[in-house]
């Protein structure tokens, strides 16, 4: 039927007055106006829609567009309107509306339909974007600017609808780059000074209320520093003092020139005073630091404690108080020993005035029985040197009167003979040490010492090497060379063949003075705008400056500083170095480099460095779990999630929320390929994979032996999360990656072992060197990464895996009795470096039995593993006992399972499962005999993991293939 029909009009009345007919009057009165209002609608809606036409307004805002639609049905109560495409982004409205304007439109492409009654039809329009999305960068500037805090941020702002006032910019100091816009005050200023270092929120609004967010950091290009003195001379009524600058937080020195500018001033303050600048207070000393005597300074003898406040180029305060001890004069003393050509002793007094006195001293020295002896010294040498070849006697009485009258006296017993030659060892020191591992001691001769003056002296380590020859002083003083601690011996040849030689050993201890740590680390912090700030931290016990350098990927230097922090820096890989300055000793500069990425503007994470091991117990055998370490770059925290790799989409599970930019997650199972997703705090994810396997063999980043007077690096490879613990003849000598040489000498011969223990002890590998100056540039031979032994089937099973083989041919097996008669029982050859090597014996009697590895490389030059025993006690197979031989195997061993089943004859079935449960194989065997033995090479089909193979009824047994 035609639309608009007036025969279809007729006959809804029609139904409707036959509903109504022999009704109530009153009925009637309630239909006719739905009567007249349905007659009226209907009769409105055309048969077709005509005219139909768009008018759209551009969006100067991301959806403030505007569509108005006219045709013939314009302002017809029955007419409706629907947009029924549009742009893919989405962001309108999709059900229809009775107005014939569409507001709050994104710019695009749109189709409206129109409906009035049956009527349709539908039209387009176009909605033209006038919007450019809001563009934000910052800078900063003039930080540390007349030695304040801070610093000012510059904003820079283009696109977006600036409105009748203007872009809006705010700052806000804060780490949260989505903090609430309430937080945020507003102003039409791109410029900000800061008053305070920190991470700021620099945000831009538009007319359209779009704001985008920066984050920018202000550090101080200078760190906070501290000022300490030592007492360095005295009047009767003053005290000089010689100060020295250092970091605030970690001590170490800090280099005026390269950051001029640092000021203190020092008060003087009342006994038990509270530590605060004094209201009004004056200083007596106020200096800037522009050379070494702005470091000199002189208070009252007097004054009983003192405040020093120190202001770094950029504003920061350390304020200190020290309470300043009453003077103490006192002295140090020793003797050394003279003998002529007939024997006979003298004994050279030697002192040392201490602590707070002035010169002249008199002193007077007084053998017992003997007379005394009286000098007048104007320094500590004179002093030293006043009182030599006295009379050897039972003891000494000694008194020093400095020139303010203060007097000091002591008796001290001579030593005898029978007390022996004694060596007095200092705790060490680190300012001239450029050699990670090593410190400086300084010996004291002592004790019964006739002839060490004039003597010939040699010190040799616990190896025998000499580390030090020269001749004995008057005082019985030795300055060593860098050493690393350990036992040594010395030994002394006097000048006069009447005094014996003199013979003793001593420690150097890496306790009481820890040896030279220089360990550089980085954090990079990635900010959602595309820039990143790099922070470093140096583990550093000597005495040197330290400068940092920034390098850009090319090498070329960026900005260097002496806080080792770097902020707001473009997307790159940098280098961050730290380099201690041993100019003033002569020596090579100590320099360490660590390299971080700051990752560009709405990239995803990145993961750095990731590692999936299998953990191992205490005898390094494979447990079931295992754990993934990994290591991540870009805007963090992150949430970690995890599935294995054969799991659906909705099987990833959180493994951490808000974790840092180095994560272990464990509980793992052994064997199996995971997928890992990385969320980070810019709504990115990244999705990696991660199997979880056995540790291959860590390897030494140096092949060959060290040659003498060239640098030598000895180190381990770099693996993620683990701790490296370097030990020498059984000394630790250092707790990081890398043992640096920077001029070998045959006194670092010897045996090197690093132990690297990964994740928190889930893993421990030891490698073991030799190093040996005398073979220099020869490839150093082949590295076991273990060897065991296990009784297995009434046999014994031996085990090892290399770490390199260079140059290597092949093992023989070499088995005792007795630990000292061996013979030759196997041989491998070779296969390569950082393979597994299995040697079974068969059929063992009980008893004990040793092993080793004869391991003989292609020169013929061979040398042995360590000894390694077992108990064999065996009865045969238990009833019902299934094995399987070897295991753990390799994919490419030949591996059988055995079954003993004296009272079982017939079909059996043998079925593989993995470590979760799935069914990898089945077979059908026929048991006719006791033992039966029968491969399981076909279940595998060359697959490695943890498996289960089940003897249906007769047990189980795990298996584990490599």
Not at 266 to 292: D, F, H, N, R, W
Not at 298 to 303: C, D, V
Not at 367 to 383: R, S
Not at 921 to 926: H, L
Request: charged share 15%; with cysteine; hydrophobic share 35%.
């Amino acid at each position: 039927m035609p639309r608009g029909d007036p025969h279809k009009t007729t006959c809804m009345i029609r139904l409707l007055l036959r509903f109504v007919s022999g009704k109530p009057r009153v009925h009637y009165a309630l239909i006719l106006p739905l009567l007249l209002t349905a007659f009226s609608a209907l009769s409105q809606c055309p048969a077709s829609i005509q005219n139909a036409s768009t008018s759209a307004t551009p969006a100067t805002c991301p959806s403030n567009g505007t569509v108005s639609i006219s045709s013939n049905v314009s302002g017809n109560a029955g007419a409706t309107y629907q947009i029924v495409s549009g742009p893919a982004s989405g962001g309108y409205q999709t059900t229809a509306q009775s107005g014939t304007t569409f507001t709050s439109l994104p710019p695009g492409a749109y189709t409206f339909r129109i409906t009035c009654g049956t009527a349709t039809t539908d039209v387009s329009a176009t909605i033209d974007n006038q919007y450019t999305p809001l563009q934000l960068s910052t800078a900063v500037s003039n930080l540390c600017q007349n030695g304040q805090a801070g610093g000012t941020i510059t904003a820079s702002a283009t696109g977006g609808n600036p409105g009748s006032t203007g872009l809006q910019y705010a700052f806000l100091l804060s780490d949260q780059p989505n903090a609430d816009d309430a937080q945020f005050t507003y102003s039409s200023s791109a410029t900000f000074q800061a008053t305070a270092y920190g991470t700021y929120q620099v945000r831009v609004k538009d007319a359209c209320n779009n704001f985008v967010t920066r984050t920018v950091e202000l550090a101080p290009l200078s760190p906070a520093g501290h000022v300490g003195f030592n007492k360095t001379g005295y009047t009767c009524s003053t005290t000089t003092y010689s100060a020295y600058l250092t970091r605030a937080d970690d001590n170490v020195s800090i280099d005026y020139t390269a950051s001029p500018g640092y000021y203190y001033e020092v008060y003087e303050l009342a006994a038990g005073a509270t530590c605060a600048v004094p209201s009004g207070g004056t200083p007596v000393i106020a200096k800037t630091i522009t050379q070494a005597s702005d470091l000199q300074f002189t208070l009252s003898s007097t004054a009983p404690r003192i405040l020093i406040r120190t202001v770094s180029p950029c504003g920061e305060e350390t304020i200190e108080c020290f309470d300043i001890a009453p003077r103490n004069f006192y002295s140090t003393f020793g003797i050394t020993m003279n003998c002529d050509g007939s024997g006979n002793v003298t004994a050279n007094f030697l002192m040392w005035a201490q602590q707070d006195y002035v010169f002249p001293i008199t002193a007077t020295v007084t053998p017992q029985g003997g007379t005394p002896v009286t000098h007048v010294v104007a320094n500590n040498n004179e002093l030293l040197y006043a009182f030599p070849d006295m009379p050897l006697a039972a003891s000494y009485t000694y008194t020093l009167t400095d020139a303010c009258g203060q007097v000091f006296t002591d008796t001290v017993t001579a030593p005898t003979a029978g007390d022996g030659f004694a060596v007095n060892v200092t705790s060490g020191s680190l300012s001239c040490v450029n050699t990670v591992g090593l410190k400086q001691v300084e010996l004291y001769l002592r004790g019964y010492n006739p002839g060490v003056s004039g003597a010939a002296i040699e010190v040799r380590d616990a190896g025998g090497n000499v580390v030090y020859t020269g001749t004995g002083s008057y005082d019985g003083y030795i300055a060593l060379p860098p050493l690393a601690p350990g036992t040594y011996s010395i030994h002394i040849v006097p000048s006069s063949g009447s005094c014996a030689p003199l013979d003793a050993s001593f420690v150097i201890s890496d306790t009481d003075s820890p040896p030279l740590n220089f360990t550089l680390s980085a954090t990079a912090t990635q900010l959602c705008g595309g820039t990143g700030s790099i922070t470093s931290t140096l583990i550093y016990n000597g005495s040197q400056t330290i400068t940092y350098a920034l390098l850009d990927g090319s090498g070329a230097t960026v900005s260097t500083n002496t806080s080792g922090t770097f902020i707001n820096l473009p997307a790159g890989t940098y280098t961050v170095q730290a380099t201690a300055n041993y100019a003033s000793c002569g020596i090579p500069n100590l320099t360490g480099q660590v390299q971080q990425t700051i990752q560009p503007a709405g990239t995803a994470p990145v993961v750095t460095k990731k590692l999936g091991v299998i953990c191992e117990n205490a005898d390094g055998t494979p447990m079931s779990t295992g754990k993934a370490i990994f290591q991540f770059s870009g805007f963090g925290p992150f949430k970690v999630e995890m599935k294995k790799t054969t799991e659906p989409e909705t099987a990833y599970v959180v493994k951490g929320t808000n974790v840092p930019a180095d994560f272990t997650a464990d509980g793992l199972d052994a064997g199996t390929d995971y997928d890992v997703r990385i969320t980070d705090q810019c709504g990115n994810t990244a999705v990696t994979q991660v199997s979880i396997g056995a540790l291959l063999p860590l390897n030494l980043t140096n092949q060959y032996q060290p040659c003498q007077g060239q640098p030598y690096v000895l180190g381990v490879e770099d693996v993620v999360d683990a701790t490296y613990t370097w030990e020498k003849n059984g000394t630790v000598i250092a707790t990081s990656r890398e043992v640096t040489f920077p001029s070998y000498n045959a006194s670092n011969d010897g045996s090197y072992i690093c132990t690297v223990v990964l994740a928190g002890g889930c893993v421990t590998r030891k490698i073991t060197v030799n190093l040996s100056s005398t073979q220099c540039g020869a490839v150093l031979p082949v590295t076991l990464v273990y060897f065991k032994a296990r009784v297995e089937n009434c046999g014994a099973t031996l085990e090892w895996r290399t770490a390199k083989e260079d140059g290597f041919d092949y093992f023989l097996i070499e088995k005792s009795a007795d630990a000292r008669q061996f013979g030759t029982v196997g041989k491998l050859p070779a296969t390569g470096s950082g393979q597994t090597y299995v040697f079974y014996q068969k059929d063992l009697p009980v008893g004990t039995y040793y092993y080793r590895l004869k391991m003989v490389d292609k020169d013929a030059t061979f040398e042995y593993s360590k000894t390694v025993g077992l108990n064999v006690v065996c009865d045969g197979f238990a009833p019902g006992a299934l094995n399987v031989f070897p295991n753990p195997a390799r994919r490419t061993d030949r591996i059988t399972a055995t079954l003993h089943t004296p009272d079982y004859r017939g079909p059996l079935s043998l079925t593989l499962y993995t470590a979760t449960g799935g069914k990898v194989g089945q077979k059908n065997i026929s048991i006719q005999q006791d033992n039966t033995e029968v491969s399981v090479e076909d279940l595998l089909r060359g697959q490695k993991g943890y498996f289960l193979l089940k003897a249906e009824g007769f047990g189980a047994v795990k298996l584990v293939v490599e």
